[in-house]
């Protein structure tokens, strides 16, 4: 779910780039090309610009609804599995090793040639 989160941040991103150039035509009648649904439409500036506005509120929207159900869902998978005693294998050694390694040097991912 974070993977359609990040697609939905991208495309948020996205709107925000091309609202913000929108912004800067100060002409509602000039003449601009909407891809829609694999097909490249012209328009005006003054057509695109509320859809733009109004798509990257829902995305917006859409974004913080799906956080929180996953925020809530993952509280619920940690109270479940306190509740009924549940360890999951591989678990319980993967903390123990993160505090162990915090511990060592963290690598910097560098490699020199």
Known sequence: SSGINAEYGLEESEHKLVIDALKEVNDPTRKCYQLVGGVLMERTVGQVQPNLENN???INSLI?????TLEKKAKELVDFKEKHGI??????????????????????????N
């Not at 913080?64 to 929180?68: I, P, V």
């Not at 090793?97 to 915090?102: A, G």
């Open 64 to 68: 913080n609804s799906m956080d929180n």
């Open 56 to 58: 990257a509120s829902k």
């Open 87 to 112: 360890k999951v294998k591989g678990e319980d050694s993967m903390e123990d090793k993160s505090k162990s390694d915090s511990a060592a040097p963290a690598s910097t991912g560098v490699l020199v």
